[in-house]
């Protein structure tokens, strides 16, 4: 979950699987002349869409921050508690969306822990970490070897293409955290890769407008794009306990996240 929060409007939650769709409507609009193709195009834009799908039962089922009475951020939620949610939504994709989508949704989780620094050494996150990455490291040696020995994914299998899929990945759930949280002002989000290598992307707000985002230099393949989930208004709290509080967020008004983008 995380929380888009800006000054004379209600805070929103949005679900992590409802942003990662916004990152499945990036990644299916995406590709010109400049940025390349995306390939193979269903199974990376499948991976894009549904990299949250091991948030499904806990968005079910939130958890309360003691620190602030309210749900917990995807930022804020203890790694003992994160990493097992990720490896068993990659267990999820492996079983239901196939072996590639597996892989990059692996992929996608192990970049995660580094993106947000180490836990401290000894501690039950920091432990947590260590096997998710240890088992996750051993699914994707199987699932490559796999993968490679399959003339339908041999090409998409070498090295240089899962490497170019896992930044495009990256590069949209980047995008789509900064389209949900709300831009109000400019955001750069670098080493997204293009035709001939690596590029940075910047999003800015027009007129600090987060709902019209400006994109520089523009990667999709149509001359703009609406892009658009589902939140929720945030409770006001706090809340004394997990009950409560996932009452109150049963309850709240349902609203839409948008934005259009266009060239810069």
């Given at each position: 979950?995380?929380?888009?929060?800006?000054?004379?409007?209600?805070?929103?939650?949005?679900?992590?699987?409802?942003?990662?769709?916004?990152?499945?409507?990036?990644?299916?609009?995406w590709?010109?002349?400049?940025f390349?193709?995306?390939?193979?195009?269903?199974?990376?834009?499948?991976?894009?869409?549904?990299h949250?799908?091991?948030?499904?039962p806990?968005?079910?089922?939130?958890?309360?921050?003691?620190?602030?009475?309210?749900?917990?951020?995807?930022t804020?939620?203890?790694?003992?508690?994160?990493?097992?949610?990720?490896?068993?939504?990659?267990?999820?994709?492996?079983?239901?969306?196939?072996?590639?989508?597996a892989?990059?949704?692996?992929?996608?989780?192990?970049?995660?822990?580094?993106?947000?620094?180490?836990?401290?050494?000894?501690?039950?996150?920091?432990?947590?970490?260590?096997?998710?990455?240890?088992?996750?490291?051993?699914?994707?040696e199987?699932l490559?070897?796999?993968?490679?020995?399959?003339?339908?994914?041999?090409?998409?299998?070498?090295?240089?293409?899962?490497?170019?899929?896992?930044?495009?990945?990256?590069?949209?759930?980047?995008?789509?955290?900064?389209?949900?949280?709300?831009?109000?002002?400019?955001?750069?989000?670098a080493?997204?890769?293009?035709?001939?290598?690596?590029?940075?992307?910047?999003?800015?707000?027009?007129?600090?407008?987060?709902?019209?985002?400006?994109?520089?230099?523009?990667?999709?393949?149509?001359?703009?794009?609406?892009?658009?989930c589902?939140?929720?208004?945030?409770?006001?709290?706090?809340?004394?306990d997990?009950?409560?509080?996932?009452?109150?967020?049963?309850?709240?008004?349902?609203?839409?996240?948008r934005a259009?983008?266009t060239?810069?």
């Amino acid at each position: 979950m995380l929380f888009r929060r800006l000054a004379g409007r209600p805070a929103v939650a949005v679900p992590q699987p409802a942003h990662a769709w916004i990152s499945g409507q990036l990644a299916r609009a995406w590709g010109n002349q400049r940025f390349g193709a995306v390939t193979p195009r269903e199974a990376v834009c499948l991976a894009a869409e549904q990299h949250d799908i091991g948030w499904l039962p806990w968005e079910a089922e939130p958890t309360r921050d003691p620190a602030t009475g309210l749900p917990y951020s995807f930022t804020s939620l203890p790694r003992s508690v994160h990493a097992p949610l990720w490896a068993r939504g990659v267990d999820i994709a492996e079983a239901s969306l196939g072996r590639y989508v597996a892989l990059l949704i692996s992929l996608h989780g192990m970049g995660i822990y580094v993106r947000f620094g180490k836990s401290p050494p000894g501690s039950a996150d920091a432990a947590a970490v260590e096997a998710y990455n240890a088992s996750e490291s051993r699914r994707q040696e199987r699932l490559l070897a796999s993968l490679a020995a399959d003339p339908a994914w041999a090409e998409a299998s070498r090295p240089e293409a899962v490497e170019r899929n896992r930044a495009l990945v990256l590069a949209w759930d980047l995008m789509s955290l900064i389209i949900c949280h709300g831009l109000t002002d400019a955001r750069e989000v670098a080493e997204v890769p293009d035709a001939h290598g690596l590029t940075t992307v910047t999003l800015t707000a027009i007129d600090g407008d987060p709902e019209r985002i400006a994109v520089d230099p523009w990667p999709f393949s149509m001359p703009q794009l609406a892009v658009v989930c589902e939140g929720k208004v945030l409770p006001e709290g706090p809340f004394a306990d997990d009950a409560l509080m996932r009452s109150a967020l049963l309850a709240a008004p349902r609203v839409e996240v948008r934005a259009v983008l266009t060239p810069r």
